[in-house]
């Protein structure tokens, strides 16, 4: 992976940035230049990072700052279809990317709580504690982006009409 030491991330936490940064960015290659950025921005202070408390939590909001920073630094704001790879059959290919448009347009907070969830597999806790706030809040945004998203794609494939 280039720059990237994988004994000091582990294979995992740069697939995690890579797949977080996509959800955020929606594009690959902007996602893996954020990732890298990233990851060398932390071995950089990596020697004074002992008042980190939580290194999944430090990195998802490294992440999530600096795709947020690069998004505002783009003409064009509005959010891109994220460019997945599907390597699993091609019927469900129209599938995912109706719930990619949809999640694109979910507000970044609850886009950010649902893939921390539902596609990374988070725990309540573990997402309250990289958003520094309670399990409650994470529910309540959890409960909004699962039902937006629903609305979205109930609206662009005709049910509830």
């Known amino acids: 992976m280039g720059i990237i030491r994988e004994?000091?991330?582990g294979q995992k936490r740069l697939?995690?940035?890579?797949?977080?940064?996509c959800s955020i960015l929606g594009r690959q290659d902007e996602a893996q230049d954020m990732m890298q950025d990233v990851a060398e921005r932390i071995l950089r202070r990596q020697d004074s990072m002992d008042d980190v408390g939580n290194i999944?939590?430090?990195?998802?909001?490294?992440?999530?700052?600096?795709?947020?920073?690069r998004l505002r630094r783009r003409k064009d704001t509005t959010p891109k279809i994220p460019e997945v790879p599907d390597t699993r059959s091609p019927d469900r290919?129209?599938?995912?990317e109706l719930v990619?448009?949809?999640?694109?347009?979910?507000?970044?907070?609850?886009?950010?709580?649902?893939?921390?969830?539902d596609i990374e597999g988070y725990s309540n806790k573990e997402i309250a504690d990289i958003l520094e706030t309670d399990d409650s809040n994470v529910r309540t945004i959890l409960s909004r982006g699962r039902r937006?998203?629903?609305?979205?794609?109930?609206?662009?494939?005709?049910?509830?009409?």
């Open 148 to 161: 937006t998203l629903r609305e979205i794609i109930e609206k662009e494939i005709g049910y509830g009409i």
């Open 15 to 21: 697939d995690f940035m890579f797949r977080l940064a």
């Open 93 to 96: 290919w129209s599938d995912r």
């Open 100 to 117: 990619h448009k949809a999640m694109a347009r979910l507000p970044e907070k609850q886009r950010l709580v649902v893939h921390l969830k």
């Open 7 to 9: 004994n000091i991330f």
């Open 56 to 69: 999944d939590a430090f990195i998802t909001r490294s992440v999530r700052n600096a795709c947020i920073d």
